[in-house]
């Protein structure tokens, strides 16, 4: 089992930059493919961006690419979203996710097993 939390969210002007964090603990954290989502107001949770259990495949969702960067670092159990570009909609609340069932990177949040407590991102337009 997992336990997660994130941090570094806040709020920013559009255009700005922001970089979230998760850390993981137990000490498989290398087994478990990462996730990031959000949720806005009123809206379903969707997905953002994964990468796989080593870090050497990533994903993305269409209206992040090329503007986020998921990485992870397995040494200190940490996963990270590097958010450039941000725009108003992008405002929401990001949460990582584990799974330790799969080893493709799932956008389904069905198939993540374990999820941090959320952190909020307000950009202002």
């Known amino acids: 089992q997992v336990q997660l939390v994130e941090s570094g969210g806040g709020l920013v002007q559009a255009g700005g930059s922001l970089r979230l964090s998760c850390a993981a603990s137990g000490r498989t954290f290398s087994s478990y493919v990462m996730g990031w989502f959000r949720q806005a107001p009123g809206t379903e949770r969707e997905f953002v961006a994964g990468?796989?259990?080593?870090?050497?495949?990533?994903y993305y969702a269409d209206s992040v690419k090329g503007r986020f960067t998921i990485s992870r670092d397995n040494a200190k159990n940490t996963v990270y979203l590097q958010m450039n570009s941000l725009k108003a909609e992008d405002t929401a609340v990001y949460y990582c996710a584990a799974d330790r069932v799969h080893t493709r990177v799932a956008v389904s949040t069905f198939e993540y097993g374990y999820w941090g407590q959320g952190t909020q991102v307000t950009v202002s337009s």
């Open positions: 990468t796989s259990r080593s870090g050497d495949s990533t």
